[in-house]
Structure formats: structure tokens, C-alpha cells
T-cell receptor, first 112, second 115 residues
């Protein structure tokens, strides 16, 4: 089983739509959680961290369910510029150097 | 801030040739990572340096791969001899510290094609 699993998509949605991505992780003791965004032929960039209490950044909402080992990302009012691959990322249990473990990514295509 | 700098941006070489990829981390960052990204395997960590010392090289595929960090502002990833299956995008990333809240910043990557 992969350490981080995501639905690869693609998700094809119209502008203005709300879209949700899910991610599961295998190690229940994983320490930190993030969503990264990767545009086509570009490097990954941090989109947001994910906290147990849930957090919001403008149109983006991230949630963590430790009991179910499940992370989600909700994008409201999708824009064309949101088209990208969204990578779910976790760090292993404490004691290491906080290496990042990436999921394979979920591709989003927003169309007019 | 110039960000993480990688060179070359594109490299096309023939099987058996030596390939050297270069990285300049963000000034002041003391952690450096090399990743490889392919369609089949996604983004994989190859090696991690902290304060110029290799800490974890468990992701290095085989002896053909080697990495060095002679000083805080420069690192290389070398493949010798290269094989077609090494074709991938190689990213370098740096981080200011080792806390889970410290962000990794990625360079633009080197797209390697081995014919």
C-alpha cells in the first residue's frame, strides 16, 4: 500500500464550481500534513498546511481527520488559474527530519 | 530572493554518458533535498543533506547515482553511467530548518532525457 494515496483525476470542472480532493495516508503516526500545487512543467509549491482544526485560505479549505487518516482540500468558486495538479503531502512520525512524502497528485482542469 | 537555482534546465544525453546536475539553495537554508519525478513513480526523495552532510541517501536508486554538497551554496547530483530509465525531472529543494513547519522551496527542475 502506498504511504499517501490520492485519486489521480482528472477532475474537469467549469469555472465557479466547487471541487473537493481527498487523500489517505497509511501511517497513523504521521506528523504534519500539507497540500502542494504543481503547475504543468513547473516545480511543486506549498499551497497550505493542514491542521487538525481545519484551516481556510480564501477559496481554499483544508481538513484533517486523524482517526480516518484522511485529508481533504475544498476549492470554492474555481478559477481557470486553479488548473494544476494538487499533491497531498505528509511527514513521517517525529524523530526524523520531517522529510516530505508526496502522493501522486490529483489533476484539476477548470474550463470556461 | 533568487530562489533555488538549478542547472541545466534541460539535458539530453546518450546512454552511458555522465550527467551532472547542479543546485544552488536559497541563501541561509541549511537543508537540501534532491527529488526525482516521473509519471510512473511520482515525486521521490533521493537524498537529504543537513549542514552539507548527507543524512539520508536511502532513496538513491543505485551506485550509478552520487550526490555531493561541498559547501552551503552548492550541490551536485551525478549519474554515471546514465541509462534511459533515468529520464525524469530532477528537483532540488532547500529549507531553512528541520521543523515540520519549515517550508521546502523547490527549484525549477532539470528535465533529463537519456537516449
Amino acid at each position: 500500500r502506498k504511504e499517501v494515496e490520492q485519486d489521480p483525476g482528472p477532475f474537469n470542472v467549469p469555472e465557479g464550481a466547487t471541487v473537493a480532493f481527498n487523500c489517505t495516508y497509511s501511517n497513523s503516526a504521521s506528523q504534519s500534513f500539507f497540500w502542494y500545487r504543481q503547475d504543468c512543467r513547473k516545480e511543486p509549491k506549498l499551497l497550505m498546511s493542514v491542521y487538525s482544526s481545519g484551516n481556510e485560505d480564501g477559496r481554499f479549505t483544508a481538513q484533517l481527520n486523524r482517526a480516518s487518516q484522511y485529508i481533504s482540500l475544498l476549492i470554492r468558486d474555481s478559477k481557470l488559474s486553479d488548473s494544476a495538479t494538487y499533491l497531498c503531502v505528509v511527514t513521517p512520525p517525529s524523530g526524523g527530519y520531517n522529510k516530505l512524502i508526496f502522493g501522486a497528485g490529483t489533476r484539476l482542469a477548470v474550463h470556461p | 530572493d533568487a530562489g533555488v537555482i538549478q542547472s541545466p534546465r534541460h539535458e539530453v544525453t546518450e546512454m552511458g554518458q555522465e550527467v551532472t546536475l547542479r543546485c544552488k539553495p536559497i541563501s541561509g537554508h541549511n537543508s537540501l533535498f534532491w527529488y526525482r519525478q516521473t509519471m510512473m513513480r511520482g515525486l521521490e526523495l533521493l537524498i537529504y543533506f543537513n549542514n552539507n552532510v548527507p543524512i539520508d541517501d536511502s532513496g538513491m536508486p543505485e551506485d550509478r547515482f552520487s550526490a555531493k554538497m561541498p559547501n552551503a551554496s552548492f550541490s551536485t547530483l551525478k549519474i554515471q553511467p546514465s541509462e534511459p530509465r533515468d529520464s525524469a525531472v530532477y528537483f532540488c529543494a532547500s529549507r531553512a530548518g528541520t521543523a515540520s513547519t519549515d517550508t521546502q522551496y523547490f527549484g525549477p527542475g532539470t528535465r533529463l532525457t537519456v537516449l
